[in-house]
């Protein structure tokens, strides 16, 4: 978008050289943020804080949101900021993305929960795909199955039993095409999700996520509608 691109530009000119972490501290973060300025961190931070792509969002304070494909972190941030009793669950499989994750919610203390695994239709194991999707940055990686793999696979009901609350009440999911894994599994999980702000990716290696997703929530009592990327239900 050309909004994003103008956006983008005008930070990496704020930030500097292009080859190092920096400090932002937009408005809508309680904590000052940090981002690589080489790499996809600011595209990431101006769909969040400059065209604020979950504002649309109406939550209940208080209630519980997981960030799946949390990448560093910028969601969480807006939301823990935006809510300030909402406890909020991060999960991001890359670990260099792993690692600025940690340092941006670190400010939140046990408001928010970080864990280095990727969501998956059930517990396995996996690993980074070396393959390149889209554009190759590091909004973009991808994991797959494998039984040597180095990184956990958790289901979204063993992390609603982490969680210890009884309904999730945001499921934010942006995991590059695996949604299709795990909303092509068993979902008995779905009864207890209020709102789901997801980014379908029919591109992927995973297959046509939009047609998975849609079979799965069909019983499901969810108003539907499309804001830019984003397919946001609501339980009515």
């Known amino acids: 978008m050309a909004g994003t691109s103008a956006a983008v530009d005008c930070l990496k000119i704020k930030l500097g050289r292009p080859d190092t972490v920096r400090s932002i501290h937009p408005a809508g973060a309680v904590h000052p943020l940090w981002a690589r300025t080489r790499s996809s961190d600011l595209a990431v931070f101006s769909q969040i804080f400059v065209e604020r792509e979950y504002e649309c969002l109406n939550l209940i304070d208080g209630d519980l949101i997981l960030d799946l494909g949390a990448n560093v972190g910028y969601s969480s941030a807006y939301f823990l900021s935006r809510y300030p009793q909402s406890p909020v669950i991060a999960v991001e499989p890359d670990p260099s993305n792993f690692t600025i994750l940690q340092r941006n919610l670190a400010p939140y203390g046990s408001r928010a929960t970080v864990i280095q695994a990727a969501v998956w239709s059930h517990a396995t194991n996996l690993s980074i795909r070396s393959e390149q999707y889209r554009d190759g940055d590091a909004w973009t990686r991808q994991v ?38 795990i909303f092509g599994g068993k979902c008995s999980w779905l009864n207890q999700v209020d709102r789901i702000a997801i980014e379908l990716h029919d591109d992927s290696v995973f297959g046509n996520a939009t047609e998975v997703f849609y079979n799965a929530i069909r019983d499901q009592n969810f108003a539907i509608s499309q804001i830019g990327e984003l397919t946001i239900c609501s339980r009515l």
């Open 144 to 181: 797959e199955e494998r039984k040597s793999g180095d990184i956990a696979g958790i289901d979204i009901s063993s992390l609603l039993a982490l969680s210890q609350r009884s309904k999730i009440g945001l499921l934010k999911m942006d995991v590059e095409g695996a949604e299709v894994v």
